[in-house]
């Protein structure tokens, strides 16, 4: 159909009774969340079913991993691929009930982040594999498969803590639907960050057909944001699907896939990709 990627995030419970808040309302978490297939399984998957698409990560939550696993469960992808695991999309998360599932405590995700990249990044780098952090230690160890070439890390945080982060560890950032003048201006800020000499953070910008809170955009007005990115230089658009109610089975989605030729043609006339 001519989509460029295909992307996949990262929950595995969904907490009854809620402490943390999702869009500011413990309410406002997204029923799709009570079932979502595991990213790394999926991508895998998907890498055997298909030979063009590329593959990537929007977002995994650094909580529910640990470096080592995770650098071999995405080399493995890539390989499987054939290198097509392109973008590798990591955030802090938000849901106190998985963090503790996984026996992570969520009060040190941000720091627990500063040290998950480089290790995750150790892992693909040249054997003897060693690191020794706050939160993580590998061993000098052999540490493969190593990927065909190593993909690109996105963040998918927005605190200034987080912009900080992005400055620092990762390719590209994230911003989700944020109005796109907004997205340009905090860029600019992001890559005022950038340590000198380092290429500039480049944007994958979102847009949802149906946000969580259940507005729809019309496939004409998803056509037009993404021909609003383009104008703006930003790499590409995730257009989000997960949250469409009319989605009931996968004939639905394919159906709303072929409905998206607009956006496709958007896409098409700059340099967004969807």
Not at 3 to 26: M, N
Not at 180 to 190: L, R, S
Not at 246 to 273: C, F, H, Q, Y
């Amino acid at each position: 159909m001519g989509f460029a990627h295909l992307w996949v995030q990262d929950h595995f419970l969904y907490a009854l009774e809620q402490r943390g808040e999702y869009g500011g309302s413990a309410a406002a978490q997204p029923e799709v969340y009570q079932s979502v297939f595991g990213p790394t399984e999926t991508l895998a998957a998907v890498a055997t079913w298909t030979s063009r698409i590329e593959l990537g990560t929007s977002v995994l939550v650094g909580g529910n991993h640990w470096p080592a696993q995770l650098a071999q469960r995405l080399a493995t992808i890539d390989r499987l691929s054939d290198g097509r695991l392109t973008t590798v999309g990591l955030g802090v998360g938000w849901s106190v009930e998985e963090h503790e599932a996984a026996g992570v405590d969520p009060r040190t995700r941000g720091r627990r982040m500063d040290d998950f990249v480089p290790a995750l990044l150790a892992c693909w780098g040249e054997d003897p594999v060693e690191h020794k952090g706050e939160f993580f230690d590998i061993p000098r160890s052999i540490v493969r498969p190593k990927p065909v070439s190593a993909p690109r890390l996105m963040s998918g945080m927005w605190s200034r803590q987080g912009l900080a982060r992005t400055a620092r560890l990762f390719d590209l950032w994230n911003p989700g639907s944020m109005p796109i003048p907004q997205v340009v201006d905090t860029v600019g800020e992001i890559n005022a960050m950038r340590a000198e000499g380092r290429p500039p953070v480049g944007v994958i910008y979102r847009v949802a057909l149906q946000s969580t809170a259940g507005k729809r955009l019309t496939v004409e007005e998803v056509a037009e944001r993404v021909r609003e990115a383009a104008a703006a230089g930003i790499e590409g658009v995730i257009v989000e699907t997960n949250f469409c109610s009319e989605i009931n089975s996968s004939a639905d989605w394919m159906t709303l896939l072929g409905r998206l030729d607009p956006v496709l043609k958007a896409g098409t006339e700059g340099t967004a990709a969807p």
